[in-house]
């Protein structure tokens, strides 16, 4: 199998780092260095890697910016691999080139692949690339609700289909009770609503406005009220045009124009220029005649009757009665009322909508009492896996008589949820309140590891956690921040030993500062400072033969050169390539 592997990161102008190039065992790498030396700057640079979060405070004081890049062996087509390529990134025979920078400023640019990314991208590949786990980590093992997710995580489709189907039920079941409460808790405002809608609806139903009467009647309000004007006008109109029969002697616009006519009629032959005209004269007479005969019928229907003129100004305030309260004009006023309607509607149907929600919020109290119960049943399944697997592991960590069990319980609550004949307190999880138990000893009863654990206790039982989940997590390599701390002799003999066990399936890099599990591992890096405080190029070496027995000797006495301190260190060496 092709495992996916941190093959090297390159480091720059990041903390206590000038420049330096970190190259990873593709099993066991250790990471050791004094106190201060910047051991904890290969954590930092992987989470930048990784989509971690940039502070200006990581740029090594006098540097513009820090960089860190990394080549990230990979297999054709993982998913990785699919979703860089779908960002535009290019593979680079085999490996995939990261690189994060952070400006003095604490601006942060990503590439993947030779291509800008957005920093998000590089933390959404994360889970398929690297686990980090360190001493935070731990504590963050001490939250139920952590402890929660880690069986569930190690659960896998046993615990994530119910819980999905759970998640479902239990966001309508929020939306459903949402709805009922603002439907009941409002009963009153609601009603005064709609008697608000009914009267106004009422009101407009009794006047029956009609869609663009008011534009209709203001004109026939605005005619009816200068009749006399626009009769008296359209006829001294008429009698220009075709004459006033009273005065024969008098001249009119047609006969004016009849004579041209006649004129023309006379000599159009001898030229069609002047034919042209006389057509277009005859044509003006056709259109003064048409005129006149149409002023004559307007003059004769144009109605003076002042009762009709009273009619419609009254029918015009009953349609400003209206347009005063629902709207600027009618279109506006029968607009309110369809939307009004509409919500009247579903105001008046409150009593019916309440039984509906009401039957729905008991099947869905109903549907997850169900699958709570389901998810409750998956996960004391897997709890017993997971707690044997993790007691298994202890035992190889010099924790033999110790024993790790899950206590899963629900608490009682009259609003919960029904679950195997009790009402019990519910969430977005589900009912299941989860606690990861440590009996350390024979005879001592099972506590909460907060409890229960020391401090080298915890760090053991956490690395026999992410042991078992080794077995079950596509991940394939590992960083551990001083996951040991807290613990020594022949506890970290067995922790470094595990460790080495652990790389023979994945990558494991581990910042540590004992040298039993340095021992173990398949390449040991020295992190060291120059006389003036910086870890250079140099300062990140790979050591080998002598150096090695030196720095192990310097971490088991503080002494490089103490032949005592040398013979140890000589023999832990030869211990681990036995026991690997």
């Known amino acids: 199998m092709v495992w996916r592997v941190l093959e090297e990161m390159r480091i720059r102008s990041l903390g206590v780092i000038d420049d330096a190039v970190v190259e990873l065992s593709p099993g066991f790498t250790a990471v050791t260095g004094e106190t201060g030396a910047g051991k904890t700057m290969v954590v930092t640079s992987l989470g930048l890697l990784l989509g971690g979060r940039a502070d200006a405070a990581l740029v090594r004081i006098g ?118 409460e603002e439907i009941t808790t409002r009963a009153r405002e609601r009603a005064q609503e709609a008697d608000m809608l009914r009267f106004g609806l009422e009101e407009i139903a009794a006047v029956e406005p009609r869609a663009g009467e008011d534009t209709e009647l203001a004109e026939e309000a605005e005619r009816l009220g200068h009749a006399e004007a626009l009769r008296s006008a359209a006829a001294v109109a008429h009698a220009a045009l075709a004459g006033n029969p009273e005065d024969p002697e008098g001249v009119d616009a047609g006969t004016l124009v009849a004579g041209a006519q006649r004129a023309l009629d006379a000599v159009r032959a001898h030229d069609p220029a002047l034919a042209a005209l006389t057509d277009r004269i005859g044509e003006i007479g056709i259109l003064l005649r048409d005129v006149a005969g149409e002023l004559a019928g307007y003059a004769d229907d144009l109605d003076a009757d002042p009762l009709r003129l009273a009619a419609v100004e009254e029918r015009r305030a009953a349609l400003n009665g209206l347009t005063r309260k629902y709207g600027e004009d009618v279109a506006e006023v029968l607009a309110w009322a369809e939307r009004s309607a509409a919500r009247l509607t579903e105001l008046e149907g409150d009593d019916e909508r309440i039984g509906e929600l009401t039957a729905e919020r008991d099947a869905l109290r109903a549907e997850l009492g169900a699958l709570a119960q389901e998810l409750s049943e998956a996960r004391a399944e897997a709890a017993e896996r997971f707690a044997a697997a993790v007691t298994e592991e202890l035992a190889s960590l010099a924790m033999p ?171 832990l060496l030869a211990a681990a390539r036995v026991d690997v």
């Open 401 to 571: 008589h110790a024993r790790v069990s899950f206590d899963i319980r629900q608490t009682e609550d009259p609003d919960g949820v029904e679950v195997n004949g009790r009402t019990v307190a519910y969430g977005p999880s589900g009912v299941d309140e989860v606690e990861l138990l440590l009996a350390p000893h024979p005879g001592a009863p099972p506590r909460p590891i907060a409890k229960g654990a020391s401090g080298g206790e915890l760090s053991r039982v956490m690395l026999a956690v992410e042991v078992v989940f080794a077995g079950t997590d596509p991940v394939p390599t590992y960083l551990f921040d001083e996951v040991d701390a807290g613990v020594g002799g022949k506890a970290a003999v067995e922790i470094g030993r595990r460790l080495a066990r652990l790389a023979k399936k994945a990558q494991v890099v581990v910042v540590t500062h004992l040298p039993q599990v340095a021992a173990f591992a398949d390449r040991q890096l020295l992190v060291e400072k120059t006389s003036d405080g910086s870890v250079t190029r140099s300062g990140v070496k790979v050591l080998e033969g002598e150096d090695r027995v030196r720095e192990l000797s310097r971490m088991l006495a503080g002494q490089e050169d103490s032949e005592t301190a040398r013979a140890h260190a000589e023999e």
């Open 63 to 180: 540097a513009r910016n820090a960089v860190v890049e990394g080549r990230i062996a990979v297999p054709e087509g993982s998913p990785a691999v699919v979703r860089a390529e779908e960002a535009g990134a290019e593979l680079d025979e085999g490996t995939l080139l990261v690189s994060r920078t952070v400006s003095a400023e604490g601006r942060s640019r990503a590439h993947l692949g030779g291509r800008s990314v957005p920093v998000g991208l590089l933390a959404e590949l994360a889970d398929d690339l690297v686990a980090v786990h360190g001493q935070s980590d731990q504590q963050g093992l001490l939250k139920l609700s952590r402890q929660r997710q880690a069986l569930d995580r190690y659960a896998g489709y046993a615990v994530a289909v119910p819980l999905g189907a759970y998640a479902e039920a239990y966001k309508r079941l929020r939306a459903v009770t949402a709805e009922l």
